[in-house]
């Protein structure tokens, strides 16, 4: 029977219990996959109800759609097909917002992962600034990652024809759409966005300095475009002229620097944490594909957020993967090859799905825009979000833009016993890009003779293109067929990450070498654990069991090899085991870094689009290999670049022979207090009255708290439906520090209560700032909560108020914190612990919660 034969009446309806079960089962006992799915993908209405328990029902979910649209034209592919493509995430994976929405009737939402916007004629006048940052929201709100460049904003200290006087330049700017963005939730997420600017804009020294301080312009990834010019300017040590408006032949203003300063800044930079990103926007344009026709609006000015979609303003685009281990038959064995010929055949039905999830985002747009006419607003209100999205529609439907990409590169090599990052490494890895990219063009232009060409197509425009001439040298009957035919996509190709996929399809991310085949993680061991094993205790005391995890690849290898992988191997072992494996001297701190850059600009003469890629060079790496690798990536032909530097940024993971404690995000607050905290709202009621308290968090750890009488009269009265915003330090127009409370209300507009510090009793802010100051040093929650519950008061009310405080810190008490020094209130047993923010007890499992 086919297994699309069988309907249901209606949904069935899991527990998040019931789901992460079974999809566990699904993935061989792997959780961490199984709650990505769950949480991320599986098919939810607004209540929070699951309807999909494991990934084969989302993936009939999906086949059944696209087979929807494969009926309207030629040879049409069953939904069976579909189904055995993506099922197990083996060969096709639709990512992100495809996996999410297709299908989906509970979310109206794009399926796009990410869009580009900005004014046209390139308008900086704070009307144009005002409607970016409208448009950036209302896409966030539906899911997708934003980009946009800001070289059209005039430097500091132009002069405007307002009340300032001069412009303020482009850092507060960045810090508007990078508040923005952490206003806006995406089931369960926050948003993500790039700001780029060219390097030829006379603030674009500010732009690289403005996320050197901490919590500063947090929402948001920056990058730098540098061109051509710059680049020459650095390796000959001469000055470089900046301009505005950029490139002008006739500007407003323009100065002159030394190239090589400005460069050292970006490198030492980078160095230190991650940031600026790099786009070699010369080699961005000379190769877009889309800027043939940038006379038509395909002008290049941004990327998305991780940088592999270069896009010109309103377009966006959808991602897929396919999964390259997939096509290594007889994988980690002498007789393990390429399956070239089904690689073949599955690019090409991969660029006819994204060609028909393109058809299904059209929908989806026009179901946003049925919404927003429905909307009972102001058409004032709704014209900015009804242009934009028939703006992208427009661009949708006119340039069918897509984007098919890889993940498990590193898992296919080590697969065929080919060291990542070795010459026979990198030359294998461009022959397989390159059969990817002839075959989804060969597809696009089969599909145009079927469905017709992408509508704005000419074949003239693309005769200078350095993409179109490898594609002729390479396979000219294509290339002639290319001419006759034209082409059903103005682009096709990417390389994005695949955190999420690869989780799922549980191999190595993207064209990313594996992390580490081995590694540990670490738990905490409290002292009534029973049958552990204590391997590490920290500077405070505190013991660590330690666990190794291999990678699921790593695993599969040792069991085709006949090594046991229950066993508990001890380090010496470890490290036995991966000198033996096929990823020995082949992980992202291992591979030699300039020999992946070669790689990275070799693949990208087959990728259309860019390749996102993450250079990782261990802690003790120089500002100098910096500086080589941004030269190398430039001289390569790469499009963009990132370099991470081990402990840059603090991670979860360990590596196997390392003791330092790097279980966790640094747990270290700013020194500085950041001027922006998010926040969560906690209502509770302490006899007859209503309290209510704000906690400011960072990275989802309180950092302070101010509580007090929820009323209009002695504190603060607040929407129900309000349950978090954001705390901001200003000050008064004496000068004095103030916090203000702002949220967004139910119109989309921000509301701020001035003076947290002031509408409550001072009494109340006196303890509030001590409390405030424990949690800022770092303090264990369950320990502040005793410390506030050991407070000894003679005030009634500030009894009443020392109550409050800690039942709202209590839910930020990980779960399974030991209590200790308190007894059960049924059973006398001491075996307490934290539970959902409750006193349980583990002996009778009586709850507490007051």
Known sequence: MDIFTIQQ??????????????????????????????????????????????????????????ARVEVKYPNPLSEQEIFDLIKNFKYIIPQGSPMTGIGNPYQIASLSNCFVIGNKGESDSYGGIMKIDQEQ???????????HDLSHIRPKGSAVKNSALTSTGLVPFMERYSNSTREVAQDGRRGALMLSVSINHPDSEDFVDAKMEAGKI???????????????????????????????????????????????????????????GILFWDTIIRESLPDCYADLGYK??????????PLCPYDSCRLLAINLFSYVQNPFTEEAFFDFKLFQKHVAIAQKMMDDIIDLELEKIDAILTKINEDPEDETVKRIEQELWLEIRKKAEEGRRTGVGITAEGDMLAALGIRYGS???????VEVHKILALSAYRSSVQMAKERG????????????NPFVARIKEADPQLYND??????????????????????????????????????????????????????????????????????????????????????????????????????????????????????????????????????????????????????????????GVTVYRDGSRSGVLISADKKEELIEEDKTFPTKRPQVLDCDIVRFQNNKEKWIAFIGKIDDKPYEIFTGLADDEDGILLPRWVNEGYIIKNRDENGISRYDFQFVNKRGYKTTIEGLSYRFNPEFWNYAKLISGTLRHGMEIENVVELINSLQLDNESINTWKNGVARALKRFVPDGTEVKGQKCTNCSSTNLMYQEGCLTCKDCGSSKCS
């Open 137 to 147: 929201v209302q896409l966030m709100k539906r899911r997708g990652g934003v980009g």
């Open 9 to 66: 009446t209606e949904e069935k309806v899991y527990t998040s219990e019931e789901a992460i079960k079974a999809s566990t089962q699904y993935f061989n006992g792997d959780t961490l996959a199984a709650t990505v799915f769950v949480n991320k993908y599986a098919l939810k209405n607004s209540k929070g109800e699951i309807f999909e328990k494991t990934p084969d029902d989302m993936h009939k979910r999906i086949a059944k759609e696209i």
């Open 300 to 309: 290049t000015i941004s990327t998305n957020p991780c940088g592999e979609i």
């Open 453 to 464: 060409a992408f509508v704005i197509y000419n074949s003239e425009r693309e005769k200078g």
């Open 423 to 429: 010459q026979e490494g990198n030359a294998f890895s």
């Open 482 to 639: 290319m001419l006759e035919y034209g082409r059903r996509n103005i682009a096709l190709l990417t390389i994005a990450p695949t955190g999420s996929t690869s989780l799922m399809s549980q191999t190595t991310s993207g064209i990313e070498p594996v992390f580490m085949p081995v590694y540990k993680r670490r738990r905490k061991v409290n002292p009534n654990d029973k049958d552990v094993r204590v391997d590490f205790v920290d500077e405070v005391g505190d013991s660590w069991e330690e666990y190794v995890v291999f990678h699921h690849r790593f695993k599969q290898w040792m069991e085709i090899k006949g090594y046991d992988t229950d066993r508990n191997y001890s380090q010496e072992e470890i490290n036995d085991l991966i000198r033996l494996s096929p990823y020995y001297k082949a992980t992202s701190n291992d591979v030699d870094w300039l020999s992946k850059v070669e790689m990275q600009g070799a693949i990208q003469k087959w990728v259309d689009h860019s390749i996102s890629v993450t250079i990782n060079i261990p802690n003790e790496a120089t500002e100098e290999l910096v500086d080589q690798l941004y030269m190398k990536a430039w001289e390569a032909g790469c499009k």
């Open 218 to 276: 947090t929402g948001a990834n920056v990058s730098l475009r540098i061109d051509d010019t710059f680049m020459q300017a650095v390796k000959q040590q001469q000055k470089y002229v900046q301009k505005y408006p950029v490139f002008s032949t006739n500007p407003k203003f323009s100065k002159e620097i030394e190239a090589v300063d400005l460069w050292k800044k970006i490198v030492h930079n980078a160095w230190k944490s991650a940031e600026p």
